[in-house]
């Protein structure tokens, strides 16, 4: 029988709205007690004096390159990076190599996953076949298999006759439709404006976001469909989704922390850890996003964790490939920029991190509570840290982050039996 | 001056660019001479990067070096982008295994000198990349204007044509300002790039609201892949609204100068009989780029101490 006890900590568990003072013993991976005092003098003890627990963190979008691009990333090292950074279930996108597009290909992920001793994660399969944009995937069998959600991400589906059959058809089997919305013929590489103009890059304005999430909710609405808009960058997208959500319309939102963290002035010296899609924006965009996430149009924060190998970063601007690992950074970039700032209470950071990604998705929110698997984080607040290369358990190492003093940290993980301990 | 590479206009300030418009100056006598070499960088190498087709500028960078007696040396390097051949990193690293004492590098992207000053030892001249900066050409420009004018303060110039894909662009209107120009550009909407006004210029999109209030007119290469990108709907249009035509040209003031960074769509966005008028400094602009160059390439190898070998012979 395996005991843990996590004592002297705070309890924060936003789906019960509760802050106390509390003891968690969990036995067997299960939660079996939560009081102010618990004396279990056998179990295996992890002092939180000073720290928070939290239910554990839930990523509603992030890049585990397998099938296909092992050198970048494995479901095993994705999962095992994730988990270390707090997340315990995460929704790895399928635009892999090949694309997640099957019954069998959702069936495979699953188990690799099981054996990685990480984070669970939460599949995600194409709408289109082969992620082509042309013909609706077997969305049937892959909701059979455990499938939660479907995403063409990486690109727009461009067709609407074709996006409008993806939202009715997936109704049927309660899928998600999660959308990354970018017209094509009017992307580039960096936001349209004077720092792109300078340095002669490609341009990207933000209507090419706000168009499509525009067409998005119009046709949520019209087919009745729930839709979910995944890494917002722009002030004009957070505009629409707070026309959409006040007529009814059933759409959700997330962001990154590079978009509430960075704006598009970091290119000056093209460096490509800062080359993302959708691009990094202007100040204005990055206030209109913390803006959205302190008053609810967007709901939470997810990864895009977008691991590369060197080769494909350290290339020409436009030619190297757009991502920044996530997981790592994630915990940290949103407490410093949301809670320490004062926009939103420990509570309502930690919040969209685990019971909104969890009602997005249709899942059991994560609390801490008699009974229950075990699915925490212990968080120490008061953290200050360096963020270097051996902090990184991801196989890939591209983050512009790299050297900065991070606030707050993830000091441990547990689900299930599964533990991981930093202290 | 402490100059380490020339990777754009925007990282130099007004009097660097006046010292090296001066040092051009005296290159610029030399090339009278009946034997117009000089040995300051005898024994030192100088390598052209080009990763995009080019006969003037990599010629004009080649006279430059070889007038200064150094050795200059094309690299064969592989036009393709992407993933086919070698990557950038590998022919960088190439480069700087080679222990050249400069690289003078032209690349369809933009930032891909910088990327190269990061990663070699050597100095670092920017040629053109992609839409970002074509440094030389803009200190030829200058220079040029400066024989023409001599100050140039106070002078208006209007950029015209494609600005939004154009690195002459961008490095005109930074030195020109810095010079103290009131710089002015003109194009359709769809050839001008967002903010364009931020970097301190005027801006017009019909070409007869601006052309007679200018002393400078900077005429720019139409390239004709925008027409494919419904940037302009034909070429007869264009030159119909942003040409330097006869009829246009008629109406300049007999004081106003003309500057194309070449080579010229004739027809387009100039008529040819503009070309052997007096007011055209074309070919000046041509025959002082190898001055501007030598001046460029001396300066940065003398900020590296390369000249002292000078003092021993």
Same mark, same amino acid.
């Given at each position: 029988?395996?005991?843990?006890?996590?004592?002297?900590g705070?309890?924060?568990?936003?789906i019960?709205?509760?802050?106390k003072?509390?003891?968690? $013993?969990?036995?067997?991976?299960r939660?079996?007690?939560?009081?102010?005092?618990?004396?279990?003098?056998?179990?295996?003890?992890?002092?939180?004096?000073?720290?928070?627990?939290?239910?554990?963190?839930?990523?509603?979008?992030?890049?585990?390159?397998?099938?296909g691009?092992?050198s970048?990333?494995?479901?095993?090292?994705?999962?095992?990076?994730? =988990?270390a950074?707090?997340?315990?279930?995460?929704?790895?996108?399928?635009?892999?190599?090949?694309?997640?597009?099957?019954?069998?290909?959702?069936? =495979?992920e699953?188990q690799?996953?099981?054996?990685?001793?990480?984070?669970?994660i939460?599949?995600?399969?194409?709408c289109?076949?082969?992620?082509?944009?042309k013909?609706?995937a077997?969305?049937?069998?892959?909701?059979?298999?455990?499938?939660?959600?479907?995403s063409d991400?990486?690109?727009w589906v461009?067709d609407?006759?074709?996006?409008?059959?993806?939202?009715?058809?997936?109704?049927?089997?309660?899928?998600?439709?999660?959308?990354?919305?970018?017209?094509?013929? $009017?992307?580039?590489?960096?936001?349209?404006?004077?720092?792109?103009?300078?340095?002669?890059?490609?341009?990207s304005?933000?209507?090419?976001?706000?168009?499509a999430?525009?067409?998005?909710?119009?046709?949520?609405?019209?087919t009745?469909?729930?839709?979910?808009?995944?890494?917002?960058?722009?002030g004009?997208?957070?505009?629409? $989704?707070r026309w959409?959500?006040r007529?009814?319309?059933?759409?959700?939102?997330?962001?990154?922390?590079h978009y509430?963290t960075l704006?598009?002035?970091?290119?000056?010296d093209?460096?490509?850890?800062?080359?993302?899609?959708?691009?990094?924006?202007?100040?204005?965009?990055?206030?209109?996003?913390v803006k959205?996430?302190?008053?609810?149009?967007?709901?939470?924060i997810?990864t895009?964790?977008?691991?590369?190998?060197?080769?494909?970063?350290?290339?020409?601007?436009?030619?190297?490939?757009?991502?920044?690992?996530?997981f790592?950074t994630?915990f940290?970039l949103?407490?410093?920029?949301?809670?320490?700032?004062k926009?939103?209470?420990?509570? *309502?950071y930690?919040?969209?991190?685990?019971?909104?990604?969890?009602?997005?998705?249709?899942?059991?929110?994560p609390?801490?509570?008699p009974?229950?698997?075990?699915?925490?984080?212990?968080?120490?607040?008061?953290?200050?840290?360096?963020?270097?290369?051996?902090?990184?358990?991801s196989?890939?190492?591209?983050t512009p982050?790299?050297?900065?003093?991070?606030?707050?940290?993830v000091?441990?993980?547990?689900?299930?039996e599964?533990?991981?301990?930093?202290? | 001056?402490?100059?380490? @590479?020339?990777?754009?206009i925007?990282?130099?300030?007004?009097?660097?660019?006046l010292?090296?418009?001066?040092?051009?100056?005296?290159?610029?006598?030399?090339?009278?001479?009946?034997i117009?070499?000089?040995p300051?960088?005898?024994?030192?190498?100088i390598?052209?990067?080009?990763? *995009?087709?080019?006969?003037?500028?990599?010629?004009?960078?080649?006279?430059?070096?070889?007038?200064?007696?150094?050795?200059?040396?094309?690299?064969?390097?592989?036009?393709?982008?992407?993933?086919?051949?070698?990557?950038?990193?590998?022919?960088?690293?190439?480069?700087?295994?080679?222990?050249?004492d400069g690289?003078?590098?032209?690349?369809?992207?933009?930032?891909?000198? @910088?990327?190269?000053?990061r990663?070699?030892?050597?100095?670092?001249?920017?040629?053109?990349?992609?839409?970002?900066?074509h440094?030389?050409?803009?200190?030829?420009?200058s220079?040029?204007?400066?024989?023409?004018?001599?100050?140039?303060?106070?002078?208006?110039?209007?950029?015209?044509?494609?600005?939004? @894909?154009s690195?002459v662009a961008r490095s005109?209107?930074?030195?020109?300002?810095?010079?103290?120009?009131?710089v002015?550009?003109?194009g359709?909407?769809?050839?001008?790039?967002?903010?364009i006004?931020?970097?301190?210029?005027?801006?017009? @999109?019909?070409?007869?609201?601006?052309?007679?209030?200018?002393d400078?007119?900077?005429?720019?290469?139409?390239?004709?892949?925008?027409?494919?990108?419904?940037?302009?709907?034909?070429m007869r249009?264009?030159?119909?609204?942003?040409g330097l035509?006869?009829?246009?040209?008629?109406?300049?003031?007999?004081d106003v100068?003309?500057i194309?960074?070449?080579?010229?769509?004739?027809?387009v966005?100039?008529?040819?009989?503009v070309?052997d008028?007096?007011?055209?400094l074309? $070919?000046?602009?041509?025959?002082?780029?190898?001055?501007?160059?030598?001046?460029?390439?001396?300066?940065?190898?003398?900020?590296?101490?390369?000249?002292?070998?000078?003092?021993?012979?």
């Open positions: 029988m395996s005991k843990i006890l996590f004592s002297g705070s309890l924060i568990d936003p019960r709205g509760t802050i003072k509390a003891d968690v $013993l969990v036995v067997d991976g939660i079996e007690m939560v009081r102010a005092k618990i004396k279990a003098p056998e179990a295996q003890k992890i002092n939180c004096q000073d720290k928070v627990l939290a239910p554990g963190f839930i990523d509603l979008h992030c890049h585990l390159r397998e099938p691009e092992e970048k990333e494995t479901i095993a090292s994705g999962c095992r990076a994730a =988990f950074s707090g997340f315990t279930q995460i929704c790895p996108m399928p635009n892999t190599t090949p694309p997640i597009d099957s019954e069998a290909l959702v069936r =495979f699953i690799a996953a099981a054996m990685a001793n990480g984070a669970r939460i599949p995600v399969g194409c289109t076949k082969g992620r082509q944009g013909e609706l077997e969305l049937g069998g892959m909701a059979a298999a455990g499938a939660r959600a479907i991400d990486g690109d461009a609407s006759g074709l996006f409008r059959r993806i939202l009715e058809y997936a109704n049927t089997f309660d899928l998600l439709v999660i959308s990354h919305c970018e017209v094509p013929e $009017l992307s580039g590489v960096a936001d349209e404006n004077i720092f792109a103009t300078r340095l002669g890059l490609r341009p304005p933000s209507v090419a976001e706000a168009i999430v525009a067409r998005d909710v119009l046709l949520a609405e019209f009745r469909s729930r839709l979910h808009i995944c890494h917002v960058s722009s004009t997208t957070v505009d629409i $989704l959409a959500k007529r009814g319309i059933k759409v959700t939102a997330d962001t990154c922390p509430f704006t598009s002035q970091a290119l000056k093209f460096d490509t850890s800062y080359r993302v899609n959708p691009p990094l924006r202007s100040e204005a965009d990055r206030r209109a996003i959205a996430l302190v008053d609810g149009t967007i709901d939470a997810a895009d964790h977008a691991p590369h190998t060197p080769e494909e970063k350290e290339r020409e601007f436009e030619n190297a490939a757009p991502g920044i690992i996530g790592e994630a940290s949103g407490f410093e920029a949301l809670v320490l700032k926009k939103l209470s420990l509570m *309502e930690i919040a969209r991190l685990t019971v909104m990604p969890a009602q997005i998705l249709g899942i059991e929110p609390t801490i509570a009974e229950g698997e075990a699915n925490l984080v212990v968080l120490d607040t008061e953290a200050k840290w360096q963020f270097t290369e051996d902090k990184i358990l196989q890939s190492k591209n982050f790299l050297g900065k003093v991070m606030r707050g940290r000091v441990a993980t547990l689900l299930g599964n533990l991981f301990f930093n202290p | 001056m402490e100059l380490k @590479h020339l990777l754009g925007a990282e130099l300030n007004r009097d660097e660019i010292t090296i418009l001066e040092q051009a100056k005296r290159f610029r006598e030399v090339l009278d001479r009946p117009p070499i000089v300051a960088l005898r024994g030192k190498t390598v052209n990067l080009f990763f *995009e087709p080019s006969t003037r500028t990599v010629t004009s960078f080649t006279l430059a070096a070889t007038r200064l007696s150094a050795q200059c040396l094309n690299f064969a390097a592989a036009t393709s982008s992407g993933k086919k051949g070698e990557s950038l990193l590998d022919t960088v690293q190439n480069i700087a295994a080679m222990r050249v690289v003078v590098v032209r690349h369809s992207c933009a930032g891909v000198p @910088h990327f190269l000053a990663r070699v030892n050597c100095f670092v001249v920017n040629a053109g990349d992609g839409f970002h900066e440094p030389s050409q803009a200190l030829l420009d220079f040029t204007l400066r024989e023409h004018f001599g100050n140039l303060e106070g002078k208006r110039v209007l950029i015209v044509g494609d600005i939004a @894909h690195r005109n209107i930074l030195c020109l300002i810095k010079l103290g120009v009131k002015a550009v003109c359709p909407p769809t050839l001008l790039p967002a903010d006004a931020d970097l301190g210029c005027e801006v017009f @999109h019909r070409l007869d609201h601006i052309l007679y209030e200018v400078v007119v900077n005429m720019l290469r139409l390239q004709v892949e925008r027409m494919s990108g419904n940037m302009i709907p034909s249009e264009y030159r119909q609204f942003y035509t006869r009829e246009r040209f008629s109406r300049l003031r007999s100068v003309i194309h960074p070449g080579p010229v769509n004739w027809g966005e100039m008529d040819y009989d070309k008028l007096p007011q055209t074309i $070919l000046n602009q041509v025959k002082n780029g190898v001055a501007v160059r030598m001046a460029v390439l001396y300066l940065l190898a003398a900020s590296r101490g390369l000249l002292k070998g000078e003092k021993d012979e």
